[in-house]
């Protein structure tokens, strides 16, 4: 038997004491406004309260990872409740974390990226790889080492160390005044021109590495994270990639440095970190990072910052079930040919009216709008939003980025999962873009 849900006094009770987050509250209050009210998953798929099913296009927010009710998560956090659900990670530990920064490290090469910092999203791990950066040049000697240089229409999270680092006015304009002293460029052969770059003022670069992802989904060239690689070593200052999106499979690889077999000073780790299902992030670092901060207490090396929920071991148990589960159902190895699939799809898309551009990075895909002659839409047009909306009813649940329709299914979608969400991203465009260009 299955639940039965009253949409309306949901959506009555969501409006009246709810705020949720990059949404217009004004519309989404007014008395025409229906919510989609979301109350199972199975597999790639996800069911409202009405019960309409639809592909989950964008992962749940580029979460989702395996899909949704997956047993073997969902058995190993059933497992660790019985244990403890939280302990504190200051001044104790827990198997499931242990086990899970082992595994992290095992990933890269012995010696690289050897301690694992963990905390609770995405916005944390990137600062707490921010504050290690700051704090290690300090102790060394160079306190002056204190600016990061990162990249236009760059999103590196909402707190206020990651969002001083962000590159796209709508996030930043509220906070200026308050940000990390932050340089921004928009390609590496602004760099050496920067003053400081070189053993100077800087204390490291942060990218996504490969593709930003609130930029609207754009891909960087071929090579350029190596070449950023070389650069930080000549200049003497750390890289740290942000792989809250692109981690775990997204890019095709495990990781996205590694399709440039890159190695980072810091990796921020979050989002598909457990599957998608419970929040826990992790920053990779260094041994030579580590080393600088141990001392006696006197010395003032500690390094203090963390979080209520850092090391949590239900997210931490979740994290290794998901990782088993990479290994257990060769998901990189069947991801392969949907990545084909998915090229050809969006080949063929971009001969519809309005397609201005597809981009694509592995699995992930953006599918920009505009109009007929080139030009974009006015941003308030929301033209993005209606296509997306529109999508629903073709079986889709995805959000834009602007104008740039984003398609990120969870890695378990089938090659027939992936057809349906293109055809209803084709559908969609083209039941909005004829009335747009008016």
């Not at 600062?127 to 306190?143: D, L, N, S, T």
């Not at 990162?150 to 005044?177: E, M, P």
């Not at 003032?300 to 290994?327: E, K, M």
């Amino acid at each position: 038997m299955r639940d039965v849900w009253n949409t309306a006094a949901l959506a009555a009770k969501d409006k009246e004491y709810l705020w949720h987050p990059f949404t217009p509250m004004r519309e989404w209050c007014a008395k025409d406004h229906s919510p989609l009210v979301l109350v199972r998953g199975e597999g790639a798929m996800l069911e409202d309260s009405e019960g309409h099913r639809y592909l989950d296009g964008n992962s749940s927010i580029w979460t989702n990872i395996h899909g949704h009710a997956h047993p073997k998560i969902n058995r190993a956090i059933r497992d660790q409740l019985e244990r403890v659900a939280h302990v504190s990670f200051l001044g104790a530990t827990n198997p499931s974390a242990i086990e899970l920064a082992e595994r992290l490290v095992g990933f890269f090469p012995k010696g690289t990226l050897q301690r694992v910092f963990l905390s609770d999203d995405g916005s944390t791990a990137v600062e707490a790889a921010m504050k290690m950066a700051i704090q290690f040049w300090q102790m060394k000697g160079y306190p002056a080492r204190s600016r990061f240089i990162t990249f236009d229409n760059a999103y590196h999270g909402d707190t206020l160390g990651a969002a001083s680092l962000g590159g796209i006015n709508a996030f930043q304009r509220r906070v200026a005044g308050h940000e990390f002293p932050v340089t921004r460029v928009s390609g590496l052969d602004e760099l050496d021109s920067i003053s400081g770059f070189n053993h100077g003022d800087v204390a490291a670069v942060v990218i996504e590495p490969l593709i930003q992802g609130a930029a609207g989904m754009r891909t960087w060239p071929a090579g350029m994270l190596r070449d950023l690689r070389k650069k930080c070593d000549s200049a003497g200052i750390f890289l740290i990639l942000d792989e809250v999106m692109t981690g775990f499979g997204r890019t095709g690889a495990m990781f996205a440095c590694q399709r440039e077999e890159v190695i980072p000073d810091f990796l921020c780790l979050a989002k598909g970190l457990t599957g998608g299902y419970v929040p826990l992030a992790a920053t990779l670092t260094t041994e030579r990072v580590f080393e600088a901060f141990l001392g006696n207490v006197e010395d003032g090396r500690t390094f203090y910052y963390g979080h209520s929920y850092s090391g949590n071991p239900v997210g931490c148990a979740a994290a290794l079930a998901s990782l088993d589960i990479f290994q257990d159902e060769n998901v990189l190895e069947n991801l392969a040919p949907k990545i084909a699939r998915l090229s050809e799809l969006l080949e063929d898309l971009r001969s519809e009216p309005g397609i201005y551009e597809t981009r694509q990075c592995g699995y992930i895909a953006g599918i920009e709008v505009r109009r007929r002659n080139g030009e974009a839409f006015p941003w308030m047009r929301r033209v993005g939003a209606q296509i997306c909306l529109e999508a629903r009813r073709h079986g889709l649940l995805t959000r834009p980025v602007l104008d740039t329709i984003v398609f990120m299914p969870p890695l378990c979608a089938t090659l027939e999962q992936v057809e349906t969400g293109i055809a209803a991203i084709r559908a969609a465009c083209r039941d909005v873009l004829v009335g747009a260009e008016t």
